[in-house]
């Protein structure tokens, strides 16, 4: 079986801090992993993926993501939190035995306080 | 969600009424996807297509049903409405992947009540 945890509900960071969303995964064998976003009332948006290589994934609007096999995580990141990244984050993970399915975690609310 | 279309975006219906989602894409890819997202339980896949008129179900296909004639619709109907089934519904699109994989491009979503 394969899935994705988001430990958090919510994430409160003031603007101008570092921010961290946590995932982890369970996946038999190498875990095909991906971050999405979604603004209110809007569908989700692809932030990045990791597929193999560099542990560190950069994606869109400034996010990274940091893949470690030893704690199964993937954590997104970013340096410097803006009001404007206050959105619902998922985490998601490819299907071992259906390539073309994926799970999803249940989503982090990131709050960006100015 | 440039390519992704949705129709209707909002409907009001009763219990035991036929509901019929529309999807519509613009991208020619292969694979689309229907999600429910619900607090607490994040995107749950309902049906997915890999092809026209090739259909599969995902976890939570009980009480819903698709059909896929073309490349660029997919349609989704609740044959008989539950309030259980009030939800917003996400369609989603990818192009196939073995070798390589590729992520999903979501649709604007349909907020469905169902009375």
């Known amino acids: 079986a394969q899935s994705v945890a988001q430990p958090e509900d919510q994430v409160n960071v003031a603007e101008g801090n570092p921010l961290t969303v946590k995932c982890t995964y369970s996946?038999?064998?190498?875990?095909?992993l991906f971050w999405y976003v979604q603004y209110p009332n809007r569908g989700l948006q692809f932030l990045l993926k990791?597929?193999?290589?560099?542990?560190l994934v950069k994606g869109s609007y400034g996010f990274e993501a940091e893949f470690n096999k030893s704690q199964t995580s993937f954590h997104l990141k970013k340096p410097s939190a803006l009001v404007s990244d206050s959105a619902l984050y998922f985490c998601?993970?490819?299907?071992?035995?259906?390539?073309?399915?994926?799970?999803f975690g249940s989503g982090t609310k990131l709050n960006v306080k100015p | 969600d440039a390519g992704i279309t949705q129709s209707p975006r909002h409907k009001v219906t009763e219990t035991g009424t036929p509901v019929t989602l529309r999807c519509h894409q613009t991208?020619?890819?292969?694979?689309m996807y229907w999600y429910r997202q619900d607090p607490g339980h994040g995107l749950r896949l309902i049906h997915y297509?890999?092809?026209?008129?090739?259909?599969d179900k995902g976890e939570v296909s009980d009480g819903y049903s698709v059909s896929r004639s073309k490349t660029e619709d997919f349609l989704l109907t609740l044959e008989s409405a539950t309030s259980s089934q009030t939800s917003v519904y996400f369609c989603?699109?990818?192009?196939?992947?073995?070798?390589?994989?590729?992520?999903?491009?979501f649709g604007p979503g349909t907020r469905l009540t169902v009375t």
């Open positions: 297509s890999y092809g026209v008129k090739d259909t």
């Open positions: 996946v038999s064998g190498n875990p095909y």
């Open positions: 990791y597929i193999t290589g560099d542990n």
């Open positions: 998601a993970v490819r299907g071992v035995y259906n390539f073309n399915k994926f799970y």
């Open positions: 989603a699109i990818s192009e196939a992947g073995t070798t390589d994989t590729y992520e999903q491009y």
């Open positions: 991208e020619n890819h292969r694979y």
